[in-house]
């Protein structure tokens, strides 16, 4: 059984960093994407960022561009988000997230593709 299970999220006041990790226990068979996504109260789950599994391209929502890096470390099953140069209304509940569908690749920030999925963790920004 596939599990994602993230952590690093916390409170932090505007302008500071953190680190969001997601570990996955389990063999995700022919996973093309790792993404990360957010959901804030009253609001739907939007993207933030996703990485190809292999070449390791990166996509990256117009809002988080610039402030945040996606990576992984495959042979840790691990993937990554740092976030910098937080702010408010980056507080939400992140989630972690594979796809097994090479739709993926044409549409990384599309959270249909994603069929495996986190708990979440969250990040409070305060101002």
């Known amino acids: 059984q596939v599990q994602l299970v993230e952590s690093g999220g916390g409170s932090v006041q505007a302008g500071g960093s953190l680190r969001l990790s997601c570990a996955a226990a389990g063999y995700i068979y022919s996973r093309y994407c790792m993404g990360w996504f957010r959901q804030a109260p009253g609001k739907e789950r939007e993207a933030v960022a996703a990485i190809a599994t292999l070449g390791g391209s990166t996509y990256y929502a117009d809002s988080v561009k610039g402030r945040f890096t996606i990576s992984q470390d495959n042979a840790k099953n691990t993937l990554y988000l740092q976030m910098n140069i937080l702010k408010p209304e980056d507080t939400a509940m992140y989630y972690c997230?594979?796809?097994?569908?090479?739709?993926?690749?044409?549409?990384?920030?599309?959270?249909?593709?994603?069929?495996?999925w986190g708990q979440g963790t969250q990040v409070t920004v305060s101002s």
């Open positions: 997230a594979a796809s097994q569908s090479p739709r993926c690749l044409l549409f990384a920030l599309d959270k249909v593709g994603y069929n495996y």
